[in-house]
C-alpha cells in the first residue's frame, strides 16, 4: 500500500504545481495587455511642446505645424527636450516628402506621428516617445 501511495502522492503534487504554474502566467499576461490610464497631470508632467516648424512640400506650398509629443518619463522628457534639432529635423524632413492633400488628410498626419514617434525612438536612450499629438497646423 504504502508503494503505491508513494507514486500517487508525487503525481498529485506535480499537477498541482503545473495548474498553479498556468493560472500564474495566464494571469500575467491579462495584467500586462491592460494599459494604465493615465490622468492628464502624469501626461502634462511628460510632454514636449516644439517651436512651429515650417517646410515647404512636394506639391508646393508650405506647412507650419506644432507638436505635443508625450513620454514615458520625466528622463526621456529631458532628453527629449536636448534633442530639439533632431525632433526638428525629422519633422521637416518628413513633411517636405508629402503633399497638401496628405497633409490636409487624417491618415496622412496619422503616417506623419507614427513615422516621427518610431524615428525619434531610434535616437532615445533614457525611455520613449509614447504619442505625437499636432497641436497647430497651417498649410499655405
Not at 5 to 31: C, D, E, H, N, R
Not at 48 to 70: A, E, M
Request: charged share 20%.
Amino acid at each position: 500500500m504504502k508503494a503505491k501511495l508513494k507514486p500517487m502522492i508525487i503525481i498529485v503534487g506535480v499537477v498541482i504545481l503545473l495548474l498553479g504554474g498556468t493560472a500564474f502566467f495566464l494571469f500575467q499576461s491579462k495584467s500586462k495587455g491592460k494599459t494604465a490610464t493615465l490622468s492628464a497631470d502624469a501626461i502634462a508632467a511628460n510632454m514636449v511642446t516644439t517651436n512651429p516648424i515650417v517646410t515647404d512640400l512636394t506639391s508646393g506650398g508650405f506647412v507650419q505645424i506644432t507638436f505635443q509629443i508625450q513620454t514615458d518619463s520625466t528622463k526621456a522628457k529631458d532628453e527629449l527636450t536636448k534633442r530639439d534639432f533632431q525632433v526638428r529635423e525629422i519633422a521637416i524632413r518628413q513633411m517636405s516628402g508629402m503633399t497638401q492633400d496628405q497633409v490636409k488628410s487624417p491618415a496622412g498626419m496619422e503616417k506623419l506621428e507614427t513615422d516621427m514617434k518610431t524615428e525619434i525612438n531610434k535616437l532615445m536612450q533614457n525611455g520613449k516617445v509614447v504619442q505625437i499629438y499636432t497641436t497647430n497646423k497651417m498649410i499655405q
